[in-house]
């Protein structure tokens, strides 16, 4: 899950999404270099958040296992570019 801009990873259980989607699927939210618990960077731009993204799933993905990636708000749209520089998600 990928919060907004101004959001932060806990944001997802305020609306019980985590919990609902956990029964289903395992779920990964994180921060975004920024905001909540994550250090800042030096430049935010889509390229910084979309390595960042990058990171994480190399982290925690294996390789060749599909997986769903949800974004909210710019979270979506770094989502959907990611998705689009990586076409086997």
């Known amino acids: 899950l990928v919060h907004g801009c101004g959001g932060r990873h806990s944001q997802f259980h305020e609306g019980r999404m985590i919990q609902r989607l956990s029964a289903h699927f395992r779920v990964i939210t994180f921060d975004l270099y920024g905001h909540g618990s994550s250090p800042a960077c030096p430049m935010y731009r889509k390229e910084t958040f979309l390595d960042q993204i990058s ?3 190399d982290a925690v993905i ?3 296992q599909s997986f769903h ?3 909210f708000s710019m979270g979506s749209f770094l989502a959907a570019h990611y998705c689009n520089l990586n ?3």
Do not use: D, I, R, S
């Open 69 to 71: 990636l949800y974004g």
């Open 62 to 64: 294996p390789p060749n």
């Open 87 to 89: 076409p086997k998600v």
């Open 55 to 57: 990171a994480v799933v």
